[in-house]
T-cell receptor, first 113, second 114 residues
Framework: GDSVTQMEGPVTLSEEACLTI???????????LFWYVQYPGEGLQLLLK???ADDKGSNKGFEATYRKETTSFHLEKGSVQVSDSAVYFC????????????WGAGTKLIIKP | GAGVSQTPSNKVTEKGKYVELRCDPI?????LYWYRQSLGQGPEFLIY????????DSGLPNDRFFAVRPEGSVSTLKIQRTERGDSAVYLCASSQIASIETQYFGPGTRLLVL
């Protein structure tokens, strides 16, 4: 069945470092892909999305490109801040559902000043 | 309040007990969703309400789990005869229409079954 695999965390970086969190997927059809973020003590928030191959989603300095050939949707940011410390989840839309997602296990990101 | 709220924030119970978890969605949101997030995992879909009715309960793991939304607003997730494996964070989300992108998530209820 469809699935999402994320790199294990925690990922620990210094402020202003470059970030990449890997996400690969297996899916039939052409799912939409998403990154969510969960800040400490807060609810999950949609960070960015891409709906078709070669689309690039971006928000708050984060980017991810839908790569069909490598079945990947890696999250990147050029210069991280302490405030980016959170858990990041990669997800894909499930089948024909307009409300269900298949989620990765999440990657905890820790940014040190 | 402006966002989705869930109560209690933490619940500790003993194996075999009954628990109720409450979700207050954003006012006017007709769609409401429950998820379970086990430690180190992503959310797992449980049930989706459209208005008062459960439009999709395919994610409920067994008949010990039940959810209601009698007036189309507040929802309660009920777990009977709790087991240690039910320990998880239970998330609620709401949206104006059934949609992935517009779901607003609550902070969750952390359930620990001893």
């Amino acid at each position: 069945g469809d699935s999402v695999t994320q790199m294990e965390g925690p990922v620990t970086l210094s402020e202003e470092a470059c970030l990449t969190i890997n996400c690969t997927y297996t899916a039939t059809g052409y799912p939409s892909l998403f990154w969510y973020v969960q800040y400490p003590g807060e609810g999950l928030q949609l960070l960015l999305k891409a709906t078709k191959a070669d689309d690039k989603g971006s928000n708050k300095g984060f980017e991810a490109t839908y790569r069909k050939e490598t079945t990947s949707f890696h999250l990147e940011k050029g210069s991280v801040q302490v405030s980016d410390s959170a858990v990041y989840f990669c997800a894909l839309s499930k089948g024909n559902s307009n409300y269900q997602l298949i989620w990765g296990a999440g990657t905890k990101l820790i940014i040190k000043p | 309040g402006a966002g989705v709220s869930q109560t209690p924030s933490n619940k500790v119970t003993e194996k075999g007990k009954y628990v109720e978890l409450r979700c207050d969605p954003i006012s006017g949101h007709t769609a409401l969703y429950w998820y379970r997030q086990s430690l180190g995992q992503g959310p797992e879909f449980l049930i989706y309400f459209q208005g008062t009715g459960a439009a999709d309960d395919s994610g409920l793991p067994n008949d010990r789990f039940f959810a209601v939304r009698p007036e189309g607003s507040v929802s309660t997730l009920k777990i009977q005869r709790t087991e240690r494996g039910d320990s998880a964070v239970y998330l609620c989300a709401s949206s104006q229409i059934a949609s992935i992108e517009t779901q607003y998530f609550g902070p969750g209820t952390r359930l620990l079954v001893l």
